[in-house]
């Protein structure tokens, strides 16, 4: 009886839940702790999903972090909103020994709201809390349950937070009920799912690993679901917001989109249809029709992010957005569509992750988390046309980086469709650069530079393209490396069509760009570039080699040179050929002209990890040539 009081009495002080764990460091097998600046001691997952409209999430973890470059891994983070409650967090902060030194509950959290500076509205809201701790190693283990008021989507397990993290135990289990039929994927799991069921009934599924050591951080690395272990989770009936549905696939799901988010939500006022029919009026080609629509919803809307109840999937109605003039992703495309529908022209909401890094929906299983963006495709008798219509100055037919070369969820009235985004191919991603200066006896430098960007290149001065022109000057001499850079005129200017160029046209003049010394002047003769970081050589990399955009830079400097004065060294000359890239440089002297030509193309795709030292050896190479100095001397 004493024994069980003091259970009792040792749970509600909070510790109870891990008075039976011993984490003391030194007992961390010693397989897990190189490249480890976390260990996972133990990591309990488990999903119960109740009903449609019920589902339990619990999480029971502790987590040894090694050394400050893990303290991130120590951060507790738990989102919620009016249909995801938080029921109880509370957690214990022990010592390398083991020894408990602190404790938590919720309201040591910090409760803010999860929305970003773009966001208008938002109910989503996020928990956070992070011990303050100074000495190395400590333990942070907590649990924490959230009940949700949705089945459509269920958390995938992710047991391997990252690079440099290492798992002593995790599992995962899921249930259900007996009528309840889950869809998973298994990627790169050690074992199979044991599946069963359990005494009241419930379909259980349960996974597990153990003794996974910490993946080192490699440069160049393809996405992590290569090589990590995941499962992915696909409800076939579920309940969101108390719309119901069911899906098997794609298609059925890009159908349940239409049918419930979609429909009916592109009503227009008749002063806008009327304005679309006159915009459109005595143009016979469908595309500028859409093109001018496009320019017609750009310069009438702004966006602004919205996440409330029903809007983290379905958008405002396009009368809504017409009289606002503003609008989030879902928002704009749906207004858009509506726009375009009047002029007789249809188009697909598509759903699609976003991101530099191309991530594409999974063609083997279907899930609603997969997304997080809406653009919007046009299927032109022969051609598709896609639209960024969150971007109020976007060439028509422009994606750019954001959404590019990547699967996507276009939802139409006969359901969903896997289609593929535009790809912007290493030569169209380039930016060429051509230069015209002259360098006087004293190395001052004067001359005019312009250069032209393209495909995802077109967003390269993005940040500022639109600033006031004093604004514009202060980042341009920022960003070339030119020793006391002065910018006599700068103009900058976008191209409002598909051929997505945006061009910079620049005369400057530097003071002293040349050092003079014993009568020679010494000088970068590349003026744009210097050498970038090369990644550190690696010894038994493990992951292939993944390059995920390809893109080009061509550079053209014509120096005249100061009377009486040559090159006092060879011009360099050089040709680099490899699968993944080709570089050329080449430096000419005629008459009293210097020409220097650098050209680097780099290919995207995945290579073989043993080509990770040739491709470290390409790069050096390429920095080598790019801090080259010319030298001039008076020609005797």
Known sequence: MRAYCLLICLYFMGGIVYAQQNYDVALIPKPLLPYATAVVRNCDESIEVKGLDNTIYRIKQATTIMNKNGDDHAQIVVWHNKGNVIKYIKGVVYDAGGKQIGKFTEKDFDDSNAAGGENLFADSRVKHYRPSMIIYPYTVAYEYEVRSKQSLNLNDWEPNPGAGVSVEKSSFTVTTKGDFILRYKEINCPQKAETGTNAQGQNTYKWELTNLKAIRPEPYSPDPENYQTMVKLSPAKFSYEGIPGEYNNWKDLGKWIYDKLLTGRDKLPEET??????LTAGIADPKQKAKAIYNYMQQKTRYVSVQVGLGGYQPFLAADVDRNSYGDCKALVNYTQALLKVAGISSWYCVVKSGSWKKSFDPDIATMGQGDHVILAIPFKNDTTWLECTSQIAPFGFLGDFTDDRLVLACTPEGGKLLHTPKYTSATNATIRKAVLDIDDKGNLRGNMNTSFTGTDYDTRYRFINSAYAEQVKNIKEIYPIPNFDVESLKLTRADDERAVSTE????????????????????????????????????????????RGYVEEDEFTYTLPKGYKPDRTLSNTVLDKPFGKFTLTTKLDGDKLTYKRRLQINDGTYPKESYDELIEFMQAIADTDSETMVLAKAN
């Open 273 to 278: 249809i009327q304005k679309v029919k006159q």
């Open 505 to 548: 046209v620049i005369k400057l003049n530097s003071r002293e760009f040349a050092n003079t010394n014993s009568g020679k002047l010494y000088f970068k003769i590349n003026l744009a570039t210097r050498p970038g970081g090369v990644p550190k050589e690696l010894r038994n990399r493990t992951t292939d080699v993944y390059i995920n």
